[in-house]
């Protein structure tokens, strides 16, 4: 319960309640720790109780001396008033006695007003003299000021008398004596100007702050500073009449301090502490205002305020602020007005449109400047008001993100155009690097104004607006990725369906566009790895995925490049595939040419090619060559035992030697596994189909049904009544298998075009 709270009968429980529930967590606490929670709240009872007990006969205690003081200073005052009486009476029965009391008391007054009249004469005697020395101290004190040869407090000790010496006499003089008024105005006349020249003088040392302070001369600092306390006392004193002045007139009593000095003209008041930090303020904007405009060279050196700024606080905080009395706060004065003043510049420097450089680099320096100011003054930015740049930070940064990606879109506009135009007319070969393979160049362009921007965002140390930075940078990317995507779905239709009107090099330009895709990979790697590790680890995971993403849009279009190179590669070669298990097939070679064609692709491919992708390249032609086999059995083909499988075997054999000359043979050996799998179904004699279904379904449990049903279907040893127990038993096996049970199992069957996946629902060919 806090202190001060409302104390209520529910409050009492509901802390009570709390107080119990961290006693008594778990229920077995109830067996264990309630004894010993017991006897502890009965012990801090009984504390309390004797605590409370003590503190009230401690207040009854104060309470009944209090009282007893009341009725001491009650018999006391009474006991003054009776005295002040009886010496009341005492002054009037005393005045009765005195046959001459009146004109006593004239006499006194004549006798007062004698002596004053006399100081006035002397000091009226004086004056000129007086005036003419302060005069000459003041010359001398001018003359000198370089060398420091002056006493300030002398100078105004004697300047403080003449003042107060005319204030007292222009008060003595009395409003309706004119020409007294008139004569003492004519004498004092010049004392106004005299005073001014001083007041002059006072400034001008006070201008000179930081040379003196520079030079260690703090002493004139000092008496600087007690002239000032000096004036400031005179002018709280001349307040403080003034109300008491007042106060006497609504009482018609006139004060005592009054009576004692005699009457005085009103003094003005001079409020120099406030002229003081007024012209300090004025030295500060100078000074910064000074800076900028000729050291900093306006907003592109606005970074080196913060070094001014700093060296110029800490000067006044070893040599100027100890001078100060500790009621001025002197420090944090200096601190607010160079603050202020750094504020004013940034805010007019960077007001109207700025570059994208620019707003980074005043992001930078609003970073350092904080923390310079917290690490070397420790002084902590929410003590820094107003905020630079009114707290725009965030609204700066939108802007240059705005600015940035602006320009990076305009830069990769044009690139594509450049890009898309030249893949397109393909008027020259691609360009090729040292190592043989086809480039572009692009990714070069592309990222060269992208790391300029990430550069300068990773040296104003503004992860976030990195971070946003690659974000948007990756929307350009998606863009950039669809046009590629789409003109190469598009020139690969126009080379396949009319091959007639598109330019040749199509299948080279497109290994030169995959293999920049890889070196846009790369650099983003780079990026990723580089830049990444030199952020905080809040940022760094997101900057490392946004990064990650970026290389995703590369490798999706070299993927799709890739694929329009198999498409192109099949597409020459569909009028063997499609002649599968026919007559032509049977009687001639036709294997052999699908071998040449390949090897002439492959070898360029092996020669052009990115590495990793001729090896996607040639594991995606090898997959294709494999499911072209099973997919043609879905055309008007028959099987005949013996000689089908013979031949099978045999083109097995020689595209597997094929094939082991640009791949791993354990790879080879896996994907055409499902032509060796259509052999067998062939094969297989009819008490073993089922036997050799199962064995096959445990490698592969997407292997359609379909497919075995027409693999069965069109073999020439099996009669209808054998084909139809053959396939009511697997269809009654298959039963359980589902494309959810089994869609973790997904193999090359999956990607058959001619039978549907596994889990769709179909009716059977055969029945």
């Not at 007001?351 to 002084?379: C, H, N, P």
């Not at 789409?486 to 330009?509: F, H, M, N, R, W």
């Not at 329009?564 to 294997?591: G, N």
Request: hydrophobic share 40%.
């Amino acid at each position: 319960m806090q202190v001060g709270e409302a104390v209520t009968d529910a409050s009492v429980k509901q802390y009570a309640i709390e107080r119990l529930a961290k006693l008594l967590r778990h229920p077995d606490d109830l067996v264990y720790k309630a004894d010993e929670v017991r006897r502890k709240l009965a012990q801090e009872k009984l504390l309390i109780d004797a605590q409370l007990s003590t503190d009230v006969r401690r207040q009854f205690d104060d309470v009944q001396e209090g009282i007893e003081l009341l009725y001491a200073t009650r018999g006391q005052i009474d006991r003054v008033k009776t005295d002040m009486q009886q010496v009341d009476r005492l002054c009037n029965q005393a005045q009765s006695y005195l046959t001459n009391f009146d004109r006593i008391q004239k006499i006194s007054i004549a006798n007062r007003n004698f002596a004053r009249t006399n100081e006035f004469y002397l000091q009226f005697s004086e004056f000129h003299e007086q005036y003419t020395m302060v005069e000459h101290m003041l010359h001398d004190a001018k003359t000198h000021f370089e060398e420091g040869d002056f006493n300030l407090l002398r100078l105004h000790y004697f300047l403080h008398k003449l003042e107060d010496f005319r204030s007292r006499a222009l008060g003595f003089s009395g409003v309706n004596d004119a020409d007294s008024e008139q004569t003492l105005q004519q004498m004092f006349g010049g004392l106004d100007g005299l005073v001014g020249e001083f007041e002059a003088f006072l400034w001008h040392v006070a201008g000179g702050i930081y040379d003196l302070a520079l030079r260690g001369r703090s002493n004139v600092l000092v008496q600087l500073l007690k002239v000032i306390e000096a004036e400031e006392s005179a002018d709280r004193a001349q307040e403080r009449e003034k109300e008491g002045a007042g106060l006497a007139r609504r009482q018609s009593v006139m004060p005592a301090a009054a009576l004692a000095r005699g009457p005085r003209k009103e003094r003005h008041v001079k409020h120099y502490r406030q002229k003081l930090m007024d012209l300090l303020r004025t030295l500060v904007v100078s000074r910064v205002d000074g800076f900028v405009r000729n050291e900093a060279s306006g907003l592109d050196g606005i970074t080196e305020v913060t070094g001014f700024v700093v060296d110029e606080l800490t000067f006044i905080g070893e040599a100027v602020a100890p001078a100060f009395p500790p009621s001025y706060f002197i420090f944090d004065a200096f601190v607010d007005e160079y603050h202020r003043a750094v504020v004013k510049n940034a805010e007019t420097l960077s007001s109207g449109d700025l570059e994208g450089g620019l707003i980074l680099m005043l992001l930078r320096w609003i970073r350092e400047y904080y923390t310079a100011m917290r690490k070397e003054l420790g002084i902590p930015r929410d003590r820094l008001r107003p905020p630079l740049l009114e707290g725009r930070e965030d609204q700066l940064a939108q802007e240059y993100l705005e600015i940035a990606v602006g320009k990076i879109r305009e830069w990769i506009s044009n690139l594509m155009r450049t890009e898309t135009a030249s893949f397109t007319s393909r008027q020259e070969a691609p360009t090729m690097a040292e190592d043989g393979l086809y480039i572009t160049n692009a990714s070069v362009y592309l990222f060269e104004i992208v790391n300029q921007n990430i550069d300068v965002v990773t040296q104003a140390q503004r992860a976030k607006l990195l971070c946003d930075l690659v974000t948007e940078c990756n929307k350009v990317f998606q863009d950039v990725g669809k046009q590629w995507r789409d003109l190469l779905e598009s020139e690969k239709t126009k080379q396949i369906e009319t091959p007639e009107t598109v330019a040749e090099g199509l299948v080279d330009y497109t290994m030169a566009l995959a293999n920049e895709q890889i070196r846009a990979v790369v650099q983003a790697e780079t990026i990723r790895d580089e830049t990444g590790d030199r952020l905080s680890r809040s940022q760094q995971e997101r900057f490392k995925s946004e990064l990650s993403q970026t290389m995703d849009i590369f490798m999706n279009v070299a993927e799709a490049a890739t694929q329009t190179l198999a498409d192109i590669v099949f597409s020459d070669l569909r009028p063997i595939t499609s002649a599968l298990y026919s007559v032509d097939w049977y009687q001639d070679d036709l294997l052999q040419p699908v071998i040449e064609t390949l090897k002439d692709y492959c070898q360029d491919f092996h020669d052009h090619l990115d590495k990793y992708l001729y090896t996607r390249l040639m594991q995606d032609l090898l997959s294709r060559f494999a499911l072209s086999y099973v997919d043609a059995v879905a055309g008007k083909v028959r099987f005949y035992k013996g000689q089908t499988t013979e031949k099978l075997n045999l083109e097995l054999h020689r595209a597997t030697k094929f094939f082991k000359q640009h791949m791993d043979a354990p790879a080879v050996s896996e994907t055409l596994n499902i032509v060796r799998i259509l052999i067998s179904l062939i094969d297989s004699t009819p008490t073993m189909i089922f036997l050799e279904f199962f064995s096959v379904k445990k490698q592969y449990p997407d292997l359609p049904l379909a497919l075995v049903e027409d693999i069965l279907s069109k073999r020439d040893d099996l009669d209808k009544q054998q084909l139809k127990n053959i396939l009511e038993s697997l269809r009654q096996k298959s039963k359980g298998d589902t494309g959810s049970s089994l869609a973790k199992q997904r193999t090359l069957f999956s990607s058959l075009k001619s039978y549907p996946p596994l889990g769709s629902t179909t009716t059977s060919r055969f029945f």
